[in-house]
Every structure is written in C-alpha cells, then in structure tokens.
C-alpha cells in the first residue's frame, strides 16, 4: 500500500511536471512570431508585414522561381533568398513608423518594383 502511494504521487509529479513544461513551450510560442513572405517575380507576399515595436519576429522567406534578395534598410538586415530553400531573418523592430523593403538582386525587367513597406506600431 505505502509503495503504491509514493508511487502514484511520483506519477503525478511528473505529470505535473510535463503541463508546466508545455505550458512554458507554449509561451514561448506566443512570444516568437513568425512571418512566412513568399518571392516570385516581381513582388512579395504580404506586401505590408504589419509588427509590433519591440517585439522579436523572424521573418521566413522562400521564392517561387529565382535568385531574389530582401532589403530593409531602416532595420539594417538583409538576405538572399534562393530557390528551394528557406531564409530567414530574426530582429527586434525598435522604432515605429513606415519603412520600405526591396528586392535588392536584379530578378529581370520589373525587378524595381518588387517593394513593399513593413509597418510597425
Ligand atoms: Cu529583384
């Protein structure tokens, strides 16, 4: 009887112990926001990546045909973004307002007006 009692309080321990470890998975989750942006010629999807001041995103990128690049210049990143792979950039938005991104790997005529504006808040 004392045996299976220390035995079912350790069962619960560790089952406790697991919902305290999903739930902090789960918050991590919450906290980490992840935006999928799609390349084709010639423009970006989601053309507005609307994100929160201060809070870390990382944005996923993957193109449909071609070579293409992903400027943000007031952000100071940047990536290649190469057929059949994944890109990914990872920053912490600290000012709000407007600001432009681009294509910035010539992807052929039209190329200039692959842009877009992320906004933040
Ligand atoms: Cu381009």
């Known amino acids: 009887m004392t045996i299976n009692h220390k035995r079912r309080l350790l069962l619960a321990g560790v089952g406790a112990g697991g919902l305290a470890l999903s ?8 906290q980490e926001r992840v935006i999928k942006v799609v390349a ?5 999807t989601p053309g507005e990546i609307r994100l929160k001041k201060n809070q870390p995103v990382t ?8 070579v293409m690049g992903f400027a ?5 990143v940047r990536t290649d973004i190469l057929p059949g792979t994944t890109a990914r950039i990872r920053f912490t938005p600290d000012k709000a307002g407007q600001f ?17 504006t992320v906004i933040v808040t």
Do not use: R, W, Y
């Open 23 to 30: 739930a902090a998975a789960v918050t991590a989750q919450n």
């Open 40 to 44: 084709k010629k010639f423009d970006f």
């Open 59 to 66: 944005l996923e990128f993957t193109t449909l045909d071609v």
């Open 72 to 76: 943000l210049p007031d952000f100071g």
């Open 100 to 116: 432009p991104f681009h294509c910035d790997i010539f992807c052929g005529s039209g190329h200039e007006s692959m842009t877009g």
